[in-house]
């Protein structure tokens, strides 16, 4: 079996990619731009470049397809987005239906069908509609509140509660919505292709609570132990939620407003049919937090940030921000070969130091000493060589793979968490040396903390990464 992704670099798209990877299913991933994928994908997927506006660049994409995953919106994006996702589902369902493929699999929206829908909501329905106007049989899934490390939905509450100790509450954040875990929508979507042939099915999914915003922050702030105030307030319309929502979390305005607009209306299971067709049971909120907040730094190790950050073109000052996460990512061309570029990277600390603006890092150390923390003293096991939960002076090794990547945890005193990572990329005769800060700030001291020391931080670190590229081409020439 042979299966087409569209949105293989989206939330839900990029985690069904690696699903069926795993289950050995091989799939063709439609991109714009499919570079992004090109380190991610297994040997048995293949990647294709082209547009859905553009209908003359997907028919390469369908060759040889049985089942189609249709996982894309236009809800980031600015003008007419919903001309453009019907535009798009209609080139998809086109070429679908020329290419005989069997089944069109499609992750919509749940809402109220009694309700008038808000344009995000009515736009995931009319795509639906498209799609199985195409007579290619189409199986729709419409889904509320998607828990997961990472999705929207999730990254915003916990910006909400991670940060503010006391919330006005408007009255949009008590409607219901009944939410689902992330791993439960991908087995629905997996399972998919396993359903016997038949007519077009549209199948409600969601967990076993129906909860509110409210009741969410309150679980996620019970589940981490976090004691928040809830102020309700009669009036916020959705364009001044969206803005107070753009201030405090990493979601856009824009983005915010029409989350809000789908959200004011009920989002609940009225048809259980997909409990009779499929022997998936949704596990409940609280296991969904538990199990968002376990993956979360796991997520972050498996994912190569220089790629995610490949599509931005001029650095945000304070750095780029993914969910509610902040990184600073930078590149450096050096014309030694990979081995003698890791090796530097693996001297880091220690005698060696850090390879620029060392009586810095001394100074942080002292100040991160005379508060409690691990200061700069420790040093580190090996000078030569490194493994997972070595020491280097005020970091740990998180993650090492030869010749390729290191990843360190901070472990100096602040208001947040931190990471350091190395990677090495094979370029030519030489080699790509790319540098990723991570921090993942607590509360607006922690954003306070990031962007006093940004200046510095911007600074120390582009020095260090040229000292790397120096050193290895030093020790290349010896």
């Given amino acids: 079996m042979r299966v087409l992704i569209t949105g293989a670099t989206g939330y839900v798209g990029g985690r069904l990619l690696r699903v069926l990877e795993s289950k050995g299913v091989k799939v063709n991933c439609l991109a714009r731009r499919p570079e992004v994928l090109e380190k991610r994908i297994g040997k048995d997927t293949t990647l294709f470049a082209g547009d859905l506006t553009d209908a003359a660049s997907l028919t390469n994409a369908f060759e040889g397809v049985d089942y189609a995953y249709y996982l894309v919106h236009a809800l980031g994006r600015q003008g007419d987005f919903e001309t453009e996702e019907e535009l798009a589902a209609q080139n998809f369902a086109a070429a679908a239906k020329i290419a005989g493929i069997k089944r069109i699999i499609y992750l919509g929206g749940l809402c109220d069908p009694d309700i008038p829908p808000s344009a995000h909501m009515r736009s995931r329905l009319r ?11 189409t199986i729709e899934f419409r889904a509320s509140i998607i828990i997961g490390s990472g999705s929207l939905s999730f990254e915003l509450i916990r910006a909400l509660v991670q940060r503010l100790p006391v919330m006005i509450i408007p009255r949009w954040v008590s409607v219901k919505a009944q939410p689902i875990a992330i791993d439960d929508v991908l087995a629905y979507l997996t399972d998919a292709s396993d359903l016997p042939p038949g007519a077009h099915r549209v199948y409600e999914i969601g967990g076993e609570e129906r909860m509110s915003y409210l009741e969410l922050m309150r679980e996620f702030g019970r589940v981490r132990g976090l004691k928040r105030l809830f102020i309700p307030v009669p009036v916020l319309t959705p364009r001044l939620s969206s803005l107070w929502l753009g201030l405090v979390t990493p979601v856009f305005s824009s983005i915010g407003r029409r989350l809000i607009e789908s959200i004011t209306t009920p989002s609940v299971v009225h048809c259980p049919n997909a409990l009779r067709d499929f022997d998936i049971r949704p596990v409940g909120v609280p ?7 376990k993956n979360e730094d796991r997520e972050f190790s498996e994912t190569r940030w220089t790629d995610a950050l490949s599509s931005v073109k001029e650095p945000n000052w304070g750095g780029v921000r993914f969910g509610s996460r902040i990184v600073d990512s930078r590149r450096m061309r050096t014309h030694a070969p990979p081995e003698s570029a890791f090796a530097v990277i693996q001297r880091i600390g ?7 603006g060392n009586i810095l890092w001394k100074i942080r150390g002292f100040l991160d000493w005379m508060v409690g923390g691990v200061g700069m003293h420790r040093g580190r096991r090996d000078p030569e060589h490194l493994r997972t939960g070595d020491v280097i002076d005020c970091w740990r090794v998180e993650a090492v793979e030869p010749l390729r990547k290191l990843l360190l945890t901070a472990e100096m005193r602040m208001p947040g968490r931190a990471w350091l990572q190395f990677e090495v990329e094979p370029e030519g005769t030489g080699a790509v040396i790319c540098q990723t800060a991570q921090y993942d700030p607590v509360g607006l001291l922690g954003l306070a903390y990031w962007y006093a020391l940004y200046p510095i931080h911007q600074f120390v670190f582009r020095g260090m990464l040229k000292g790397m590229a120096t050193s290895a081409e030093r020790s290349t020439a010896e």
């Fill in 287 to 293: 296991e969904a937090i538990v199990r968002a907040i």
């Fill in 350 to 356: 220690g005698e060696t130091g850090w390879y620029y």
């Fill in 127 to 137: 795509v639906g509609e498209i799609l199985r106007s195409s007579g290619v049989e």
